[in-house]
C-alpha cells in the first residue's frame, strides 16, 4: 500500500459516503466512487447533489473536473484501489434486531476484485463484533485485507463541515490498517484518535444513543407538563437561561432519522435487552406524534376537521424522510381525522400540496419539522396548531404550544 494511495467508497453516493469522498479527492487522493444505484451514479457524475448538503456541491464539481474524483457502478474498480471504504445502511430487521448481513452481502459482491495488501474500512454504523467478523471473513478466505473500523459521527447535511472540524475515531486489527485510516483522515480531519475495534463500535452506539436517551428526556418532560395544562417551553426557558447545569437539555421534538431510534435499538440487542433505559427512550420517543394526535383531539372535533402537517422530513431544512415520523404521525391522523393534508419545501411528493393550499383547507395544523420557511408562518386565527417545536410565531391567539 502506498501512502495518500487510491481509494475506492463502496456506497459512495449516500448521505456519509458521498461527503467523504468529496473530502478526499478535494485533499489531493485518487477517489472512486461505487455504487448500485444507477440514478444517483448519473447524477454524481453530472456534478449533481442527491441530496442537501452544505457546501458540497461546488466542492463536487471541482474535483470531478480536477479528474481526482470518478464515479461508476462497475465493481471492478475495488482492484485498483489500496483502501476500500465500505458505506453502507445498516438497518435492523421487523424483529428489531440488527442486520449485520447487509455488509457481508455488499463485501460478496465485490469480493472477485479484492487483492492481498488492501485495506478495508467500515465506515458503517455495525453490531459490535462485526469488524472482527470481516476480519475473519477474508482471513478464512486467504486475502490479506486489513480490516479498520472508522465510525461517521456527523448530523445529516453538514457532513463536509464535521468530517473537518470533528475528531475522527479509527481503529484496526493491525498497524497497516491503523496507518491507512490515520493517512486518509490526517488529509482533512484536525484530530484522529484511535480506539481499539469494539471500542470504537461502542463509542458509535454510545454516541446515538447518548443522543436519543437526550431527547427522551425534553419529550417525556414535555408531555408531562402539557397532560397537566403547563407551557414547557415557559418551564425550558426558566430552567435553562444562565443555568450551565442544564446547557445540554434540548428542547422537544421528534427524535427520528436513520441512526438514533436503530443504533439504540442495537445497544439493546448487544446487552440482550438488559438496556432498560434505551427501550424507554424508545416509548418515550416513538409515542409523541400520538400524543401530539391526543393534545389535538382535545381542541377540536377530528373526525370532521382537516388537519396540516407541516415538514415530512426528519428533521428541519432538509429533505431526509428516512424513518421521519412525520409518517407515523399522518398514519395516526388518517385514522383519527377527516383529512390529512401535508407540506414540506424540501421533500419532493406529488401528493403533497402548497403552503397556500394547506393554509387555506385546513382547520388544524402539526409541526412536525421545524423549517425555516415556517418560522414566520401567519397561521389565520381560527385555526388551531400543535407546535412541540414551539417554532411558529405566537400571533394567533388559538395557537397551542401543546395543550396550552
Known amino acids: 500500500m502506498t501512502t495518500n494511495g487510491h481509494l ?23 477517489t472512486t466512487i461505487y455504487d448500485v444505484s444507477r440514478t444517483a451514479v448519473a447524477m454524481v457524475r453530472d456534478g449533481r447533489m442527491p441530496f442537501q448538503e452544505e457546501g458540497a456541491e461546488p466542492m463536487l464539481r471541482d474535483v470531478l473536473a480536477s479528474g481526482k474524483l470518478r464515479v461508476t457502478d462497475s465493481p471492478e474498480v475495488v482492484s485498483g484501489a489500496e483502501i476500500v471504504v465500505v458505506v453502507i445502511g445498516t438497518p435492523i430487521d421487523e424483529y428489531l434486531t440488527p442486520r449485520a448481513e447487509v455488509v457481508f452481502d455488499a463485501i460478496d459482491q465485490c469480493l472477485p476484485f479484492f487483492r492481498n495488501g488492501q485495506v478495508l474500512i467500515l465506515r458503517s454504523t455495525v453490531y459490535p463484533g462485526v469488524s472482527e467478523k470481516v476480519q475473519r471473513y477474508f482471513d478464512r478466505r486467504g486475502l490479506d485485507i486489513a480490516v479498520a473500523f472508522c465510525p461517521e459521527r456527523v448530523a445529516q447535511g453538514k457532513s463536509i463541515r464535521e468530517l473537518r472540524q470533528l475528531p475522527q475515531i479509527i481503529s484496526a486489527f493491525s498497524e497497516r490498517g491503523r496507518a491507512a485510516a490515520r493517512d ?18 461502542l463509542a458509535k452506539l454510545f454516541s446515538n444513543t447518548y443522543r436519543y436517551l437526550q431527547f ?3 419529550n417525556q418532560f414535555y408531555m408531562i407538563a402539557e ?43 448487544f446487552s440482550k435487552h438488559n438496556f432498560s433505559l434505551g427501550l424507554a427512550a424508545i416509548w418515550v420517543n416513538e409515542g409523541l406524534p400520538q400524543f401530539l394526535v391526543e393534545q389535538l383531539s382535545k381542541r377540536c372535533d377530528l373526525e370532521n376537521a382537516t388537519v396540516g402537517i407541516l415538514g415530512m422530513a426528519f428533521k428541519a431544512d432538509n429533505d431526509d424522510i428516512r424513518d421521519s415520523l412525520s409518517y407515523k404521525l399522518r ?12 407540506n414540506d419545501p424540501y421533500v419532493k411528493d406529488s401528493s403533497f400540496v402548497s403552503l397556500d393550499e394547506i393554509l387555506g383547507r385546513c382547520d388544524a395544523f402539526i409541526v412536525a419539522a421545524p423549517h425555516r420557511q415556517y418560522k414566520d408562518l401567519v397561521i389565520p386565527g381560527d385555526k388551531i396548531v400543535v407546535d412541540v417545536w414551539n417554532w411558529l410565531p405566537p400571533h394567533s391567539t388559538k395557537t397551542v404550544k401543546g395543550t396550552k
Open 227 to 269: 397532560s397537566h395544562g403547563a407551557d414547557y417551553h415557559r418551564i425550558h426557558e426558566a430552567m435553562c437561561r444562565d443555568y450551565p447545569r442544564l446547557a445540554g437539555l434540548p428542547k422537544p421534538g421528534f427524535a427520528a432519522g436513520p441512526c438514533l431510534f436503530k443504533d439504540t435499538m442495537q445497544l439493546a440487542a
Open 8 to 30: 475506492v467508497v463502496i456506497g459512495g453516493c449516500g448521505h456519509v459516503g458521498l461527503p467523504l469522498a468529496i473530502l478526499a479527492a478535494h485533499a489531493g487522493r485518487e
Open 331 to 342: 398514519k395516526l391522523l388518517r385514522l383519527a381525522a377527516k383529512n390529512v393534508l401535508c
Open 184 to 201: 486518509l483522515f490526517a488529509g482533512f480531519a484536525d484530530t484522529v484518535l484511535e480506539l481499539d475495534p469494539l471500542e470504537a463500535e
Open 216 to 218: 427522551a428526556t425534553a
